[in-house]
């Protein structure tokens, strides 16, 4: 082999040393951009809130946020179909457009809380805690997270109050009669207990009324709406007292069949007239015309009513009440009979009374908004009680 030879082996033997350098140096330069790169991507979907939205955007049944659910809130069948409240979670997570913020009342750097929005409704609260961390590029820190609780949500309330196991807690009152659901669906709870509702305060000693049925839930991961279905199929929503529990206005459906045994054992805007003129000392004879009111109204003796209408007869008050001529009654109605078994039901009764003052002093109008309730106490009826509305 000539001189030449040996030079162009030696160039041919340095240029394939010196490109394969170059691949090994441009092979590490793409491994290190691609381990910072993947080091970037999840350090940036490891911080707090980026980790709950992946969470659930990676939801399945399989993942982790799926085998918590599974675990705590689709296995509970209180609150009627737990399949589908499952099948909805999971369709309204695919593809949303979701956002996480700081939970209202239950954030903190040691287990944050955020709650994932649909649409600006709420969804999901999830809180998550820190199980261990490494430090990765030297600057780094990437935590290892877990989840400490999920409330699926399902009402607008802006916030949620959770017990010492991390879960909800529920005490509602709903009238006797009356149906609870949850998210639209009938639930399988059973009350409590039972109670006495303000509206038949003054019934109730004399004749069978509705009750309070109070539901108490503990250790619920899943925030419903609730409503309840009233006598008559309508849905009606729940006021919150300032303890926290849930309660439902006493709002009985009106029936025909209420309206025609109130005509059969009474006349209700008689009735009202009678005490709205008793009212003014308009009613005339003895005692400012008490026993009138007392037939007239069908008073029960020892009733509430009874009492009032003995007391003002009686009271000095009365006969200072301003001269005057009664002049009529107008816009008379009388509306909403409701029945709540056979022996009670109410009607509200509204009319105007329209009176001239004496001595010049021009007119006055009264108005006339009660409800009356009529009870059957040993075979006979009678006006219990009577309560004011709004108009």
């Not at 809180?127 to 409330?151: D, F, P």
């Not at 009440?321 to 509204?350: A, I, K, P, Q, R």
Request: aromatic content about 12%.
């Amino acid at each position: 082999m000539g001189r030449a030879d040996r030079h162009r082996n030696k160039k041919s033997l340095f240029g394939k040393i010196y490109l394969a350098y170059l691949i090994v140096i441009l092979l590490c330069f793409v491994a290190i951009f691609f381990y910072v790169r993947t080091m970037m991507v999840k350090y940036e979907r490891n911080s707090a809130d980026n980790y709950v939205l992946w969470l659930v955007k990676d939801a399945s049944e399989d993942s982790e946020l799926g085998k918590y659910l599974e675990e705590y809130n689709f296995s509970d069948t209180r609150f009627g179909d737990s399949a589908a409240r499952k099948a909805d979670f999971y369709a309204k997570a695919k593809d949303a457009d979701m956002a996480a913020a700081p939970a209202k009342g239950s954030h903190n750097s040691l287990n944050p809380a955020y709650d994932i929005t649909i649409d600006g409704k709420p969804f999901i609260t999830i809180s998550i805690k820190e199980e261990s961390s490494v430090t990765k590029l030297g600057i780094m820190t990437l935590s290892e997270w877990s989840i400490e609780y999920a409330i699926i949500r399902d009402s607008n309330s802006e916030g949620i109050s959770l017990n010492e196991q991390n879960a909800l807690s529920y005490k509602l009152t709903i009238p006797e009669g009356f149906t609870l659901l949850a998210s639209g669906q009938k639930t399988n709870l059973t009350p409590a207990e039972e109670a006495e509702l303000g509206d038949f305060e003054y019934v109730a000693p004399y004749v069978d009324a509705p009750k309070g049925l109070i539901y108490t839930v503990d250790n619920v991961y899943f925030e419903p709406a609730f409503s309840v279905l009233n006598n008559g199929s309508e849905e009606l929503s729940f006021d919150v007292s300032s303890d926290g529990s849930y309660f439902v206005k006493p709002e009985f459906a009106a029936s025909p069949e209420a309206k025609t045994l109130a005509d059969s054992v009474c006349n209700p805007l008689v009735i009202g007239k009678t005490w709205s003129k008793f009212m003014t000392d308009d009613v005339g004879g003895a005692s400012h015309g008490l026993a009138t009111v007392r037939s007239t109204c069908m008073l029960l003796q020892g009733t509430n009513l009874y009492s009032l209408a003995t007391k003002w007869a009686g009271n000095v008050d009365i006969t200072f009440v301003s001269g005057h001529t009664l002049d009529s009654f107008t816009n008379e109605s009388v509306t909403n009979y409701v029945m709540y078994n056979e022996n009670l039901f109410s009607c509200d009764v509204y009319f105007e009374k329209n009176m001239t003052i004496s001595r010049g002093l021009g007119t006055r109008t009264d108005v006339f908004s009660n409800r009356m309730y009529f009870g059957k106490v040993k075979g006979n009826w009678y006006l219990l009680d009577m309560v004011s509305l709004d108009y």
